[in-house]
C-alpha cells in the first residue's frame, strides 16, 4: 500500500510485533465489508455496558464467544441473549497467516475461537488497560482498519508508561 511515511515491521515489545500494511486494499475492503454483516447481527453491534453503569464510546460485535465485563459466553447476555456469530475458518486462516508473518512461521497448531470487532467513531477511545479473562497463551492478532489513530502499547507492570 502506498504510505507517505516509511513503516516498516517493528518489535514494539518482548513478542508483539507490528506490521504496517500487511492487508492490501482488497483484503481490507473484504473485513470491512463482513464487519459491517456481522454488526447488523444476529447479535447486533453495541457500546458495552460496564459495571458501574457507564458505556464504553467503542462499539463491538464478537464471534464465536461474546465478551461482556468480566466473562466469555456463547449467547449475548448483556445485549439480547441471541446466540454469537460462528468464528469461520476463513478468519482462523489469517490469523494463522498473521501470527506466520509475525514470527516467521506458520503455527498450524494455532486455532483462533473468539474475535472482538471494536469500531472506533470519530470521539472513539479506548484506555489503556489489560484483559486478564482470557486463560490462554495463545496469540493475540489485532487487525487496525481505516482511520490514522494512536495505538499505545503497555507493559506488565504499570499504566503509566505505554
Ligand atoms: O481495538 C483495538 O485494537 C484494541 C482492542 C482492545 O484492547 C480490546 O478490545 O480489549
Known amino acids: 500500500m502506498a504510505t507517505l511515511l516509511p513503516r516498516d515491521p517493528a518489535v514494539v515489545a518482548p513478542g508483539a510485533v507490528h506490521i504496517p500494511g500487511w492487508l492490501n486494499l482488497d483484503r481490507q475492503r473484504e473485513l470491512v ?20 453503569g457507564s458505556q464504553m464510546s467503542v462499539q463491538t460485535v464478537c464471534l464465536g464467544w461474546h465478551w461482556m465485563p468480566y466473562r466469555y459466553s456463547r449467547t449475548a447476555d448483556d445485549v439480547d441473549g ?4 460462528d468464528f469461520p475458518s476463513w478468519l482462523a486462516e489469517l490469523g494463522r497467516d498473521a501470527v506466520g508473518a509475525a514470527y516467521g512461521a506458520r503455527d498450524e497448531s494455532y486455532n483462533p475461537d473468539a474475535a472482538l470487532i471494536n469500531f472506533y467513531d470519530a470521539s472513539a477511545k479506548m484506555g489503556m488497560h489489560q484483559d486478564k479473562e482470557e486463560k490462554s497463551l495463545a496469540p493475540v492478532v489485532s487487525l487496525s482498519i481505516g482511520d490514522s489513530c494512536l495505538f499505545r502499547f503497555g507493559n506488565t507492570e504499570n499504566r503509566n508508561k505505554p
Open 33 to 52: 465489508t463482513a464487519c459491517r454483516d456481522w454488526a447488523s447481527g444476529p447479535v447486533p453491534m453495541r457500546h458495552t455496558r460496564m459495571p458501574n
Open 82 to 85: 441471541g446466540p454469537v456469530a
